[in-house]
């Protein structure tokens, strides 16, 4: 619903301008959808979830394109546009081409020891005459509407089987595990950013998941932080009195 009254209000933008320079004769009325939007993302993974999950994908290459995701956040069609030639061994980083980013803007991403591994397996499944890093059996990893390569579906949906997950569990709630984990890590929220991609603020803050267990840790942490004390006073955990 968001993207939808998004574009909607670049339409309405458009065809005011475009009453304003005389092109059409009149402004029709673009409504947008109701003000009630779901846009905030909810579905993640844990960390062992995760690995149970990769580990459950007997498909080569998919499981290499998942655990690749589940690491750096980056979007399926920015990690389906990644070529060997963007890898700089040299230099220890992958470089994203601003033409692969969603957002157009170029990206680096240091090769650190997992994702070196990850590199390491798609060096040995390398095919004459394919550029790209990560690919199915030498087609490309996705298509051109975003989705998928033919085939991984139905092996994503045998993997969550087997790995004991839910079957509404989505290839995408891998981005936001792991801005999860990142965030849970300590990680700055703009060194996040920078590795996911997000280039607003607004649009990060729809992945910051936050759980009942979350809630209950933060609950936790105050508790006893005020404790009755003598004389009906209230100190804190450092000894003040109010």
Not at 120 to 133: E, F, Q
Not at 194 to 216: C, E, L, N, Q, W
Request: charged share 30%; hydrophobic share 40%; no cysteine.
């Amino acid at each position: 619903a968001a993207t939808i009254n998004r574009e909607l209000e670049l339409l309405r933008a458009a065809v005011k301008h475009a009453h304003a320079d005389g092109l059409i004769a009149w402004v029709p009325p673009i409504r947008t959808l109701g003000a009630r939007q779901e846009t905030v993302r909810s579905g993640f993974l844990d960390r062992e979830e995760m690995a149970r999950l990769i580990a459950a994908i007997r498909d080569e290459d998919l499981r290499d394109f998942v655990a690749f995701f589940s690491l750096t956040a980056m979007r399926p069609g920015e990690i389906a546009s990644l070529r060997w030639a963007d890898l700089d061994e040299k230099a220890g980083v992958l470089r994203l081409a601003g033409a692969g980013a969603k957002i157009g803007e170029a990206r680096v991403l240091p090769v650190v020891p997992e994702i070196a591994a990850i590199l390491g397996r798609r060096k040995a499944r390398r095919r004459p005459g394919v550029a790209t890093i990560f690919h199915n059996g030498g087609q490309p990893a996705t298509r051109r509407n975003g989705g998928l390569s033919k085939g991984w579906y139905a092996e994503w949906s045998r993997a969550l089987e087997r790995a004991g997950l839910p079957a509404s569990t989505l290839l995408y709630d891998l981005r936001r595990s792991a801005i999860r984990a990142l965030r849970d890590a300590g990680v700055p929220e703009r060194t996040i950013m920078a590795i996911s991609g997000h280039k607003t603020r607004s649009t990060f803050d729809r992945y910051s998941i936050v759980t009942t267990s979350d809630m209950a840790e933060a609950l936790r942490s105050v508790e006893g932080y005020a404790a009755p004390r003598e004389g009906g006073q209230v100190g804190d955990k450092r000894g003040r009195k109010p």
